[in-house]
């Protein structure tokens, strides 16, 4: 693809305002156009989640992303530099911030532990770095991701807050290390919420990523969602649940599903903290991921 061509993708996702599936449920409590006072937010949130994604060897993934985000009036924009680290054998890497199972069941051989490499169409996978026989710990910059939203309708009586949503990731990971899938990502979706009563608050979000093929990978696209609920113990502390499905981004293989739990402390204006725990549903997700984080806005 032309860089001509990138530009205008890049244009037209940062007009969409960007946006990407990498821990952002964690930032529910931060939906809504905010004070004219604050335009700039910064956060970090690690991660470290692990699972076996269908085969018999754990991969384990941390996920460190400083955010830097421009705050507006109806919308923001983001960029997230993470720095990952990834203990695997080349069967899982990092997709958007996202474990992901990124080789072929028909690549695995011994009870899907051990890589076939007598077929040339899974040595692409193992020229990325993979470990044929044992897993390895790479660590480095991940994949900066470029993402925000834009405030289309605020809430009111009966209707809901929604935002239109788009993000890009830069392929800045090292492939050869399996940091990353050396290959753009861009998407656009919808992000609703709405207040029931006084502590009650429902999600519902969705979109689809064109997933970027490396050499020698075919990887398809991919579309996902997130519903869930949250309730304020008090008007700075909120408590939530979601259900969240990513399609597999391999043919033949099952979708990532999820239950995520999440909690968001209010301490002051500029002050924000949260937490979270993911229990993986299907082979196509981490077993479990833990996430803490904080933001200061000013």
Request: charged share 20%; proline share 4%.
């Amino acid at each position: 693809m032309r860089a001509s061509q990138w530009a205008r993708i890049l244009a037209g996702v940062m007009v969409l305002g960007l946006w990407g599936v990498d821990g952002q449920a964690a930032e529910k409590a931060d939906q809504g156009p905010t004070s004219p006072e604050q335009k700039w937010q910064i956060g970090f949130t690690p991660n470290y989640s692990s699972g076996k994604f269908g085969t018999d060897t754990t991969s384990s993934f941390v996920y460190a992303p400083l955010s830097i985000r421009r705050l507006f009036r109806d919308g923001d924009v983001t960029v997230v530099v993470p720095f990952v680290s990834v203990t695997s054998n080349g069967t899982a890497t990092l997709v958007g911030g996202q474990p992901t199972q990124t080789i072929p069941g028909t690549c695995l051989k011994e009870s899907g532990t051990v890589i076939d490499t007598s077929k040339p169409e899974c040595l692409a996978f193992l020229n990325r770095g993979g470990a044929a026989n044992k897993k390895v710990t790479n660590s480095g910059l991940g994949d900066i991701i470029l993402r925000g939203r834009y405030y289309v309708v605020e809430e009111k009586d009966y209707m809901p807050l929604i935002a239109v949503t788009g993000r890009m990731k830069l392929p800045t990971a090292s492939a050869s290390q399996g940091l990353g899938t050396g290959a753009f990502d861009y998407g656009a979706g919808l992000e609703i919420s709405k207040m029931l009563g006084e502590k009650w608050i429902a999600f519902l979000d969705g979109g689809y990523n064109v997933i970027g093929d490396p050499e020698g990978i075919n990887f398809q696209n991919q579309h996902w969602y997130d519903v869930g609920a949250g309730y304020y113990f008090t008007r700075d502390v909120l408590v939530s649940a979601y259900y969240e499905e990513y399609r597999a981004i391999l043919r033949g293989f099952v979708n990532a599903r999820d239950i995520f739990l999440a909690a968001n402390y209010t301490a002051s204006a500029s002050w924000r903290f949260s937490g979270g725990v993911t229990l993986g549903l299907s082979d196509g997700a981490p077993d479990f991921a833990l996430t803490v984080g904080t933001s200061y806005r000013f």
